[in-house]
């Protein structure tokens, strides 16, 4: 089965309180943006990369030019509405929908994340972390829910069956996933200074 990653790019990043576009926040010299996409080329399952852009982004989209990765430009009306605009405009089947804002991710991570997708019987899976985890690694917890007694909160990982986008509800399965690797997205200050020090840390292998 052909898996598109989408890689959402086109926000303002408001909650950073930044003149820089999200994307492009420098972590060890590095753009935010090129450490996802380096996760999602490492991945055995993922065979086409597209990044949406929106006019809120035009640094992003310079520089994936320039790098020469695919893009589709949306109309930045929000993380969803651009989401369902992309699915839509390219036909995709099969997507992976994550956010440009996760740098410790890696191929061997999305690879495990597809497996359960392509076992689950569901026409969407939404991968979430244990708050508790979050706050392990001094990152806030907003957005949390209740999953069997514990209280978890989004990873901004998803993964739609694409033909089925126009449903009103689709089957979904939620996927707790206890790695640090998902749990660190990088939406406020103190999580930029989180995700500096463990990439600085030698115990945290490159990504």
Do not use: H, W
Not at 12 to 27: A, D, F, T
Not at 73 to 96: E, N, S
Not at 143 to 166: E, H, M, Q, R, S
């Amino acid at each position: 089965m052909g898996i598109t990653a989408l890689v959402m790019a086109g926000g303002k990043g408001s909650r950073l309180n930044i003149s820089e576009e999200k994307p492009l926040i420098k972590l060890a010299g590095k753009p935010l943006i090129e450490y996802v996409l380096k996760g999602l080329r490492d991945a055995k399952s993922i065979d086409t990369i597209v990044v949406a852009v929106s006019n809120n982004t035009p640094k992003t989209t310079q520089l994936l030019s320039e790098i020469q990765v695919s893009i589709i430009k949306t109309p930045g009306k929000g993380y969803v509405y651009d989401m369902a605009y992309a699915i839509r405009k390219l036909k995709l089947q099969t997507v992976l929908i994550i956010g440009s804002d996760l740098p410790l991710l890696s191929g061997q991570i999305i690879d495990l994340i597809v497996k359960k997708f392509n076992t689950c019987g569901k026409s969407a899976l939404n991968v979430v972390v244990p708050l508790k985890t979050r706050k392990k690694l001094e990152l806030s917890g907003a957005y949390t829910f209740d999953l069997d007694g514990k209280k978890v909160l989004p990873a901004g990982i998803n993964i739609i069956n694409g033909k089925k986008i126009n449903e009103i509800e689709l089957t979904e399965e939620v996927y707790l996933l206890d790695k640090k690797e998902v749990a660190l997205n990088i939406n406020t200050q103190n999580d930029l200074k989180v995700a500096q020090n463990l990439l600085s840390n030698p115990l945290i292998k490159e990504v």
